[in-house]
């Protein structure tokens, strides 16, 4: 769960037949499932306001504002078996694999 600089609240359903991404502004609930996703884990707001989404079995995806995008081939990942991820105070992301611990650097992100 995640309230961005706006004062919208992001929920998301890890549940694989959950409701996807969830969105409340104050007035109504709103539901994404980009490319027909229900599952994602983790919420990121980047500094510039865009949201980052992670799903378990499909990767990352980017939300700015009026279309999701995947990020798996810009990031360099194959978007399965993902746990978790975090931007620490330095803005390099950081992805937990199942297998690995995944860091890209703030200066060579992709996007």
């Given at each position: 769960?995640?309230?961005?600089r706006?004062?919208?609240?992001?929920?998301?359903?890890a549940?694989?037949k959950?409701e996807g991404i969830?969105v409340?502004d104050g007035?109504?609930?709103?539901?994404?499932?980009?490319?027909?996703i229900?599952s994602?884990?983790?919420?990121i707001e980047k500094n510039?306001?865009?949201?980052l989404?992670?799903?378990?079995?499909?990767?990352i995806?980017?939300?700015?504002?009026k279309?999701?995008?995947n990020?798996?081939e810009k990031?360099?990942i194959?978007g399965?078996?993902?746990?978790c991820?975090?931007?620490?105070?330095n803005?390099n992301l950081?992805?937990a694999?199942?297998l690995?611990?995944?860091?890209?650097s703030?200066?060579t992100?992709p996007?």
């Open positions: 769960m995640l309230q961005d706006y004062g919208n609240i992001w929920l998301s359903s549940w694989s959950g969830v409340f007035k109504s609930l709103n539901n994404f499932t980009p490319d027909s229900n994602f884990r983790s919420i510039n306001g865009d949201l989404f992670l799903s378990p079995t499909h990767g995806y980017e939300y700015n504002g279309s999701f995008s990020l798996n990031i360099g194959n399965e078996m993902l746990v991820f975090l931007e620490d105070e803005e950081w992805i694999h199942n690995s611990l995944i860091h890209i703030e200066p992100r996007y």
